[in-house]
């Protein structure tokens, strides 16, 4: 099987699915990786993210919740407590959201470096 461009490997990732065929899932849970595609059987071992989608995912959900903040501070809609209701519950569920997706970015990332590697 060829290697797929790094645009399509990506969009697999973030699609939580192998970078290489893009048929597998990439994890087993909510954020664990697995350890081969159960469709094509490629190794993911030593294919980690870190803390890099952490870091894009704050960097994601502070641009959803600053500008959110902004509107509901300017407009004056909502009482104090209803508005940090508003605010908390929306970084949650967009943080909640992005965190999986931005792993399977990084998890394509750092696997299409690796197979550029090794050929
Ligand atoms: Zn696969």
Redesign the pocket.
Known sequence: MTTPSLTTSLLRGVAR????????GLFAGYLKRVET??????SFEGVDADDGPAWLTIGLVAHIIVPLLIFLESRELLSYPAEMAVLLGATIVSSLTLLPLCKGLFLAAVWSIAAKKTG
């Open positions: 699915k192998c970078p290489r065929c893009g048929v597998g595609c159960p469709h094509c059987g490629e």
